[in-house]
């Protein structure tokens, strides 16, 4: 089982910035693809972005521009760069790992951004 721990969400003032981070239990070199989705209340959990182990990076549209994924293979860790938050970013992001033909969760962490 692949345990992700994410950190760094909390609350922040639109047009801010916040630095998610998402630690892997495992070598992130076994991880297909790693990366963050979010779901606001009421909505479906959408793609915010992904990472590939060779280092390609896929973003949702409505991030494109502002959040930047990258990762520290010495940490096995993810990081989500989000800059120029607006209130709709609202959600609680969760980081997602694709080992092996499974898919691997992490338990969310809430990002609130005030008008």
């Known amino acids: 089982q692949v345990q992700l721990v994410e950190s760094g969400g909390g609350l922040v003032q639109a047009g801010g910035s916040l630095r998610l981070s998402c630690a892997a239990s495992i070598s992130i070199f076994s991880i297909n693809v790693m990366g963050w989705y979010r779901q606001a209340p009421g909505k479906q959990r959408e793609l915010v972005a992904t990472i590939t182990s060779g280092g390609r990076t896929n973003y949702g549209d409505s991030v494109k521009g502002r959040f930047t994924i990258s990762r520290d293979n010495s940490k096995n860790t993810a990081y989500l760069q989000m800059n120029r938050l607006k209130p709709e970013d609202t959600a609680v992001y969760y980081c997602?790992?694709?080992?092996?033909?499974?898919?691997?969760w992490g338990q969310g962490t809430q990002v609130t951004v005030a008008s």
């Open positions: 997602y790992a694709f080992v092996r033909s499974l898919s691997h």
